[in-house]
């Protein structure tokens, strides 16, 4: 076969074959396929499409690019994602709850896409975190500790970690065939029994359409569930931060305080809990999502998840004191200062993604593959939608690497907040359910 010919047939609106879209995977895996070919090829997917034969082929040619795990564990092996928002920790406090439930979590993790934030990239604000690690060493730490979050190896969906890296940089990351392929051969990969996804819809999402967001979450489930995995979705509203904090390791520090009870923001608490829920009846380890919320609240509650993500981050390389004294080691900004209110009245418009790119900006994201990242920068103490304000009260906190760089985020974040009279309609958190 010729990739010339692949991507005319596509860029043409023709289908693909199983064996034409199996060759193009295989030839992303082993470098055969160009960089170039790849974003011609998720340029052409784009802008025709796929239709379920050949989402469902690409999805299972993405993961048979590698290995695919078997698992013998006392527990089900379950995994959440995802599919990118501003301020979106929940990985970090919900895999060692599922784990404290009796779940096993290989969560395979990316890195930022355009404006939101990647889970890898927290993590690797960890000093000694080690995110890119070998998939026996995957399986130890989660048969160990019940959780490892970890890159995808050279061994995992080789395919997908070509072209995900294709997508961030040719503008191609909001196709919904390829958002699915990418996040299932990866979890289909780990050998999961059981998954939840987060599908995000408003200003800070790749979808920001209600309607599209349900395409893709009834498209997730549907090639996750014909592929062997009970496979459940919940849309949720990303019209603002669903943490008080953007930026790597300020989503870190976050998560700390909430895993240690320090300070929890509501929106978060409410989402990490709803999946987790959702996620442990579906393996098994409740009858129904209302007890499997109680179970995920009461491992937050009692500590045991917190004293779980310590056990991960010790076993992958990071400090063994690191929920103790997370200060200590994450990284500090040079230049910290707030942001305030130009008017006083109530935030009724954030636009989300300016936020996220707002960060990007700073350092904290990449505007092409290869750019190194300063961890430490980003947006604290975010305020929400329907907060009041007095003129001259914080909206937020900028950390920046210098004086130019924290004003330039300052624009942008006024530009991103609209202050008013009018109390803004509140807006439900969980839209809906598939699956």
């Known amino acids: 076969m010729d990739a010339r010919a692949v991507i005319a047939r596509k860029r043409d609106g023709l289908e693909l074959s199983g064996d034409e879209i199996r060759w193009f995977a295989n030839g992303l895996a082993d470098n055969t396929i160009t960089d170039a070919q790849a974003g011609a090829f998720a340029m052409a997917v784009l802008l025709n499409g796929m239709n379920e034969d050949e989402r469902v082929a690409l999805t299972l040619a993405m993961r048979d690019s590698g290995d695919v795990q078997n698992w013998d564990l006392p527990g089900p092996v379950l995994d959440k994602h995802s599919t990118g928002g501003v301020g979106d920790n929940t990985s970090l406090m919900l895999a060692p709850a599922l784990a404290v439930?009796?779940?096993?979590?290989?969560?395979?993790?990316?890195?930022?896409?355009?404006?939101?934030?990647?889970?890898?990239?927290?993590?690797?604000?960890?000093?000694?975190?080690?995110?890119?690690?070998?998939?026996?060493?995957?399986?130890?730490?989660?048969?160990?500790?019940?959780?490892?979050?970890?890159?995808?190896?050279?061994?995992?969906?080789?395919?997908?970690?070509?072209?995900?890296?294709?997508?961030?940089?040719?503008?191609?990351?909001?196709?919904?065939?390829?958002?699915?392929?990418?996040?299932?051969?990866?979890?289909?990969?780990?050998?999961?029994?059981?998954?939840?996804?987060?599908?995000?819809?408003?200003?800070?999402?790749?979808?920001?359409?209600?309607?599209?967001?349900?395409?893709?979450?009834?498209?997730?489930?549907?090639?996750?569930?014909?592929?062997?995995?009970?496979?459940?979705?919940?849309?949720?509203?990303?019209?603002?931060?669903?943490?008080?904090?953007?930026?790597?390791?300020?989503?870190?520090?976050?998560?700390?305080?909430?895993?240690?009870?320090?300070?929890?923001?509501?929106?978060?608490?409410?989402?990490?809990?709803?999946?987790?829920?959702?996620?442990?009846?579906?393996?098994?380890?409740?009858?129904?999502?209302?007890?499997?919320?109680?179970?995920?609240?009461?491992?937050?509650?009692?500590?045991?998840?917190?004293?779980?993500?310590?056990?991960?981050?010790?076993?992958?390389?990071?400090?063994?004191?690191?929920?103790?004294?997370?200060?200590?080691?994450?990284?500090?900004?040079?230049?910290?200062?707030?942001?305030?209110?130009?008017?006083?009245?109530?935030?009724r418009v954030i636009e989300t993604q300016a936020l996220g790119l707002a960060v990007v900006e700073l350092g904290g994201g990449r505007h092409k593959q290869g750019d190194k990242l300063d961890y430490c920068v980003g947006l604290d103490q975010v305020a929400g939608l329907g907060a009041h304000v007095e003129k001259g009260d914080p909206i937020a906190i900028v950390h920046a690497a210098d004086r130019h760089a924290l004003e330039a985020a300052r624009k942008s974040v006024l530009d991103a907040f609209d202050i008013g009279e009018n109390i803004p309609d509140e807006m439900p958190l969980i839209l809906k359910k598939v699956g």
Not at 257 to 284: C, M, N, P, Q
Request: proline letters at 3%.
């Open 101 to 347: 439930c009796g779940a096993y979590v290989p969560m395979i993790s990316g890195r930022g896409l355009g404006h939101t934030g990647g889970t890898l990239d927290k993590f690797d604000a960890i000093p000694g975190y080690q995110t890119e690690v070998s998939v026996e060493k995957m399986r130890e730490v989660t048969a160990q500790t019940g959780c490892a979050i970890v890159s995808a190896t050279g061994d995992i969906a080789p395919a997908d970690k070509r072209l995900y890296g294709v997508r961030d940089v040719t503008a191609t990351v909001e196709s919904i065939d390829l958002i699915t392929a990418s996040i299932l051969s990866k979890k289909l990969a780990a050998g999961l029994e059981g998954l939840v996804l987060d599908v995000k819809t408003g200003s800070g999402a790749f979808i920001s359409d209600g309607q599209e967001a349900e395409k893709l979450a009834q498209t997730l489930v549907s090639v996750a569930s014909g592929a062997g995995c009970k496979t459940t979705a919940l849309i949720t509203d990303m019209n603002e931060p669903l943490a008080s904090s953007v930026g790597n390791a300020l989503e870190v520090a976050n998560a700390v305080a909430f895993l240690r009870g320090d300070a929890v923001d509501s929106r978060l608490w409410d989402v990490t809990v709803a999946l987790g829920g959702a996620l442990l009846e579906t393996g098994g380890l409740c009858e129904r999502a209302a007890e499997g919320r109680a179970m995920i609240a009461a491992a937050f509650q009692s500590g045991a998840a917190g004293e779980k993500f310590g056990q991960m981050v010790a076993a992958l390389g990071g400090p063994n004191d690191f929920v103790e004294n997370a200060s200590k080691y994450l990284p500090r900004a040079s230049v910290v200062d707030e942001i305030t209110a130009p008017r006083s009245g109530f935030v």
